[in-house]
């Protein structure tokens, strides 16, 4: 059976005095974890960080990628630049992005291509505004922002992992009833089983507030193979117990 992931997005959080003091308290009170766990750092701690988490079981990631190899791209850092720094994911099509960047769906799925290429597990995140929830078109956002990646990434689709994040939830406390996120999960889990005889190992994180208080019942619907966690990452108390509520 495959492991459950629990990533941390610490977005624009953070400071060398603040990484180091929680990454050492995480570090002091995991215990062996059953999860995979992840952080997904701003990029100019990901050097700090590589050290910080060396000896230990979690693993870096980014919070972006460039969706080109190599060249006159000022400001964007590839692939093979973030495997040089020990990142296994990085996330892809946060909505912060698609919204302030406003990364597309196309854009979205060459950089999930172009991760992959350069050996980095693309985390790509999928959501629905509360304007097209309610507009009842979350199963067709969702599905048309996923449908781009297995387009342009075919057999490689089993190597990714995929986040529903619900923009309406993501740092406004609102989280999704355990029964909204898993019917999401459930369609993304068919659509992906569609596309690769392999997509069974595919993680599908929830992302959302999710908090020590409502971990447990996410994580235990069928479809929900982890959380991506950004507020309550930054605080290594409520992130352990995220991760102790995985069994
Ligand atoms: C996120 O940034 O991916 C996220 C889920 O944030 P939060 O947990 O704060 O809602």
């Not at 769906?105 to 304007?131: F, H, N, S």
């Not at 992992?161 to 898993?182: C, L, M, R, S």
């Not at 659509?191 to 997509?199: C, H, I, R």
Request: hydrophobic share 45%.
């Amino acid at each position: 059976m495959k492991k459950k992931l629990i990533a941390g997005n610490w977005k624009m959080n953070g400071s060398l005095a603040a990484n180091e003091a929680l990454i050492k308290t995480l570090l002091a009170g995991l215990q062996t974890p059953a999860c995979q766990v992840a952080l997904c750092v701003p990029a100019i701690y990901l050097a700090q960080c590589q050290t910080l988490l060396s000896a230990s079981s979690i693993d870096l990631g980014s919070q972006d990628v460039s969706e080109h190899e190599l060249g006159a791209f000022t400001g964007e850092i590839s692939s093979a630049m973030l495997r040089e720094f020990g990142v296994r994911y990085a996330l892809v099509g946060h909505s912060e992005r698609r919204q302030y960047h406003l990364e597309s769906d196309a854009a979205v799925a060459l950089k999930a291509q172009r991760a992959l290429a350069g050996g980095v597990t693309p985390i790509v995140c999928v959501g629905e505004t509360l304007a097209e929830r309610e507009a009842g078109r979350t199963e067709d956002v969702v599905r048309r922002q996923l449908a781009a990646v297995i387009h342009s990434n075919g057999h490689c689709i089993s190597e990714i992992v995929v986040a529903y994040e619900p923009v309406w939830a993501i740092g406004t406390g609102k989280t999704a009833t355990t029964d909204q996120a898993q019917q999401v999960h459930a369609v993304l889990r068919a659509q992906l089983n569609a596309a690769s005889p392999l997509a069974d190992r595919i993680q599908i994180l929830y992302g959302g507030s999710m908090n020590a208080a409502n971990a447990a019942q996410l994580l235990a619907q069928p479809d929900i193979d982890g959380g991506l966690v950004g507020g309550a990452s930054l605080k290594a108390a409520d992130f352990l117990s995220i991760i102790a509520s995985v069994h």
